[in-house]
């Protein structure tokens, strides 16, 4: 399992990231508002690199949706991808009104990602469709008021 500690107090128990609502109804549907530590985890605050399915990637911390947040980027033959998570949908942003979510924090990353990934980067984000970097940076009104 790959995760950035910064998010560990949501591995063994998911509700911590919901809201104080989400204990009694994770405990009603599954039973528990808990689950095991991972046995095998490499920590993405400790790893600049990753390689998932014969792919590499590099690790850009994006903290803001939750303190934990990632962006990983690699080149391939079609172009440069960068897996976006919750930081970057098309249109769009990650929630931060949750627990250990900060939007201060978040409109730093993306200032960050404005500055690091090229336009023709095709962003595949956690919800949604895909997008490119080119688009989200004249349409997407979260980046648009973070170049400011």
């Known amino acids: 399992m790959y995760w950035h500690s910064a998010d560990d107090y949501m591995m063994t128990k998911p509700s911590a990231g919901l809201?104080?609502?989400?204990?009694p109804l994770m405990i009603q549907l599954f039973g528990a508002d808990a689950l095991p530590a991972a046995d095998q985890s490499v920590d993405l605050r400790i790893v600049q690199r990753v390689d998932l399915a014969g792919l590499s990637f590099d690790v850009i911390e994006t903290p803001?949706?939750?303190?934990?947040s990632v962006v990983l980027t690699g080149d391939f033959d079609d172009g440069p991808v960068a897996l976006t998570?919750?930081?970057?949908?098309?249109?769009?942003?990650?929630?931060?009104?949750?627990?250990?979510?900060?939007?201060?924090?978040?409109?730093q990353s993306l200032r960050h990602l404005l500055e690091l990934i090229d336009d023709a980067t095709s962003l595949l984000p956690g919800h949604g469709s895909t997008t490119t970097m080119a688009v989200e940076r004249?349409?997407?009104p979260y980046l648009l008021a973070a170049s400011r």
């Open 19 to 23: 809201g104080t609502m989400a204990a």
């Open 64 to 68: 803001g949706h939750t303190p934990g």
């Open 85 to 107: 998570g919750d930081t970057i949908f098309a249109g769009s942003i990650g929630r931060t009104d949750l627990p250990g979510g900060d939007s201060a924090i978040l409109d």
């Open 138 to 140: 004249r349409h997407n």
